[in-house]
């Protein structure tokens, strides 16, 4: 089946220790998100690329970066996590920048800060 | 600008009763809306959108939402609600600054009772 993969599903880092979660997808989709989500919150947008136009959210912390190499993988780099970084990360598709397409997201890694 | 308000932060039902789940939205043009079902430590699963076609829309596992413009709503609903529904619904419409983006509801979550 055509997915959203993202690898790992848990992820335990140290605080301001460098870490990295990536996305693949066999969709073949032109657009990717990363989102935050914080328990008993809505996904946060922090970027996304349309191919490899890359798309920063106004308030995405500057620790955050994002890459894309090719269209089927998309990697979300914290470079110093601090405590508030600990959430759930989602990554998402979609076929194109359209009004009336929906997104499809992976299972997401949880991300935890000693 | 678009904005969702999901009326009910918890719902509780008991098992084989109807489901409701309230979501007004506002736009200022014929919006997309899509509803989201999120289980713990899971991804975003779609169960159905409204793109301007019919205002009746069903979904998967048995869920449904009517568009209704005069009252700005697109609520959810399910006949017989299963142990499995159990889980944060989101309610999302689509909003545009430069590109299209997801705008989330604060998301409702449904307890069903045995």
């Known amino acids: 089946d055509a997915m959203v993969i993202q690898n790992p599903r848990y992820q335990v880092t140290q605080f301001g220790k460098p870490v990295t979660l990536s996305c693949s997808q066999t969709l073949n989709h032109n657009v990717m998100y990363w989102y935050q989500q914080k328990s008993s919150q809505a996904p946060k947008l922090l970027f996304h690329y349309y191919d490899k136009d890359f798309n920063n959210e106004a308030d995405t912390p500057d620790n955050f970066q994002s890459r894309r190499p090719n269209t089927s993988f998309c990697f979300l780099d914290i470079r110093s996590p601090g405590l508030g970084d600990a959430a759930m990360y989602l990554c998402a598709t979609n076929e194109i920048d359209r009004a009336n397409q929906p997104q499809h997201f992976g299972d997401g890694t949880r991300l935890s800060i000693l | 600008a678009q904005s969702v308000t999901q009326l009910d932060s918890h719902v509780s039902v008991s098992e084989g009763t109807p489901v409701l789940l309230r979501c007004n939205y506002s736009s200022s043009y014929s919006p997309s809306l899509f509803w989201y079902v999120q289980h713990p430590n899971k991804g975003l699963q779609l169960l159905l959108k409204?793109?301007?076609?019919?205002?009746l829309v069903k979904g998967i596992n048995g869920f449904e939402a009517e568009f209704k413009k005069s009252e700005t709503s697109f609520h959810l609903t399910k006949p017989s609600a299963h142990m499995s529904d159990a889980a944060e619904y989101f309610c999302?419409?689509?909003?545009?600054?430069?590109?299209?983006?997801?705008?989330f509801g604060t998301g409702t979550r449904l307890k069903v009772l045995a």
């Open positions: 999302v419409v689509i909003g545009f600054s430069g590109t299209y983006k997801y705008i």
């Open positions: 409204y793109t301007s076609a019919a205002t």
